[in-house]
């Protein structure tokens, strides 16, 4: 694996130092109240839900073959827990999108040097509603029709056996287009250039989202993990060559 791959868990850990950090503390304050919320609405429907999906996903074995049930049931709840764990991050990733990108934009001047403690602006922040909603949109464009082939995939005896390990690496990659979406956004570059922009860092992007994948699944720490990989990411972004300046609302 090429060394670039290992600076992914570097900016999440130097991100998450950021924000904890006296001069961008009080940005995490609002994403990271929205994201309680919605965790904890999501993870009790997930809870309630959770023996039912794994029993729709799991194939019908013939009673000559009910010895498999025991080897492929581990598989087809690491699937539902992918499926559902990714799916609802995405969800909670939209809530939050303005204020991420809000956030985004702070960590960009302090890491640029222009402001170690950027003002709060409730005008600033509502005047990057319709632009960030925007642009969850089109990052729900990209995810929808991909995520629909792999559910797909899930439900097709066989080939299911594949579904996990492709929503672990769609996953991670989602994980890495999300969060530098952010600062791409505030800096007006396009999704074409923005995606391209990630696939010439391959290795480190895919590092950044492994990274975030992981920590987001650890219960309580995912709470942090989200303005942290924002944080992180607007990092990536200013050090691996991220042009421009952040846009300014007033």
């Known amino acids: ?9 570097q900016y999440l850990r130097e991100g998450l130092k950021l924000v904890l950090g006296p001069g961008l503390r009080r940005f995490v304050i609002l994403p990271l109240t929205v994201n309680l919320l919605v965790f904890i609405g999501l993870i009790y429907l997930a809870v309630r839900q959770f023996g039912s ?3 729709a996903f799991m194939p019908s074995l013939p009673e000559w073959l009910m010895f498999l049930e025991y080897v492929l049931w581990p598989l087809f709840v690491a699937l539902v827990v992918l499926m559902v764990f990714f799916t609802f991050t995405l969800l909670a990733n939209i809530i939050a999108a303005p204020f991420n990108g809000f956030l985004a934009e702070k960590v960009e001047l302090v890491a640029r040097g222009q402001d170690n ?7 600033e922040l509502l005047a ?13 464009a990209y995810f929808a029709p ?39 956004d505030n800096n007006k570059m396009s999704w074409g ?13 895919l590092s950044f989202g492994a990274a975030t994948y992981a920590a987001l699944l650890v219960p309580v720490l995912n709470l942090l993990i989200m303005p942290a990989a924002v944080a ?5 972004w200013v050090r691996e060559g991220g042009q421009g300046q952040p846009a300014t609302h007033h």
Do not use: C, H
Not at 1 to 9: E, F, V, W
Not at 117 to 123: E, G, K, Q, T, Y
């Open 128 to 140: 990057m509603l319709p632009r960030t909603i925007g642009r969850e949109a089109r990052k729900l």
């Open 53 to 55: 999906w794994v029993d």
């Open 232 to 236: 992180g990411a607007t990092l990536f």
């Open 146 to 184: 991909r995520a629909l082939a792999l559910l797909v995939l899930s439900f097709i005896p066989l080939a299911n056996l594949a579904a996990a390990p492709l929503w672990l690496l769609f996953g991670i990659w989602m994980m890495a287009v999300q969060y530098i979406d952010y600062p791409a």
């Open 1 to 9: 694996m090429p060394i670039a791959a290992l600076t992914g868990p």
């Open 193 to 205: 250039e923005m995606m391209n922009w990630l696939r010439g860092r391959r290795w480190k992007s």
């Open 117 to 123: 403690s950027p003002p709060f602006s409730w005008a």
